[in-house]
């Protein structure tokens, strides 16, 4: 891997994340894109309403409108993975319970205490597969044990084919950094690392 550095998200690094999404995320044609992994941090109304805003102002534009707005009200948590001094990756990581219909609910009934949860990766074309999405949750663990959490979960799609649309990311990356699959239903699979010693 080349040195890349994982930053957690600050208002200082608003323009960064910006720019990774206007210019480096999906910039091989995904039809996941244009986004700016506004949806995980946003309720169904507030979805609604910019979905509403598409034909009037575009879709890359009316979604980077509500991102510039979140950003500036802290509404939007994670880390940017860094090549230099350009953004070539995102995990949206938080506390489980800032993420209103995003977490699956059968995670919720599953909780074990206080949890940080990640709910999407994207990296750059020509940066994936070089374990920057282990280094993203590397950092979400170290920062999740300093600050109190009980434990980090992640939300994997059950699939033995690797899948550039999927952004959870695959049980084995979760099985590689010591997560375990808690459980499991429609094909989703809580992986969870514990932090704390028994």
Do not use: H, W
């Given at each position: 891997m080349k040195d890349i550095v994982i930053k957690k998200l600050t208002h200082e690094l608003n323009d960064d994340y910006l720019d990774f999404f206007d210019n480096r995320a999906f910039s091989d044609g995904n039809p996941n894109g244009?986004?700016?992994?506004?949806?995980?941090?946003?309720?169904?109304?507030?979805?609604?309403?910019?979905?509403?805003?598409?034909?009037?102002?575009?879709?890359?534009?009316?979604?980077?409108?509500?991102?510039?707005?979140?950003?500036?009200?802290?509404?939007?948590?994670?880390?940017?993975a860094y090549d230099g001094d350009i953004s070539i990756g995102w995990c949206n990581a938080a506390d489980i319970d800032s993420y209103e219909g995003f977490v699956p609910e059968f995670a919720r009934e599953n909780k074990c205490g206080k949890t940080v949860s990640i709910v999407?990766?994207?990296?750059?074309?020509?940066?994936?597969?070089?374990?920057?999405?282990?280094?993203?949750?590397?950092?979400?663990?170290?920062?999740?044990?300093?600050?109190?959490?009980?434990?980090?979960?992640?939300?994997?799609?059950?699939?033995?084919?690797?899948?550039?649309?999927?952004?959870?990311?695959?049980?084995?990356?979760?099985?590689?950094?010591?997560?375990?699959?808690?459980?499991?239903?429609?094909?989703?699979v809580i992986m969870r690392k514990i932090l704390t010693e028994k």
């Open positions: 244009p986004c700016y992994c506004t949806s995980p941090n946003q309720d169904e109304d507030t979805i609604k309403q910019m979905v509403s805003e598409f034909m009037s102002y575009g879709v890359k534009e009316t979604i980077r409108k509500y991102a510039v707005d979140m950003l500036d009200k802290d509404k939007i948590s994670g880390y940017l999407c990766f994207e990296i750059a074309p020509g940066y994936r597969g070089m374990g920057i999405a282990s280094a993203f949750i590397e950092r979400i663990c170290a920062d999740a044990k300093a600050d109190g959490y009980v434990a980090v979960e992640g939300y994997a799609k059950k699939t033995e084919v690797r899948n550039d649309y999927d952004f959870t990311g695959p049980v084995r990356l979760y099985e590689k950094a010591g997560f375990s699959e808690i459980a499991e239903q429609a094909g989703v």
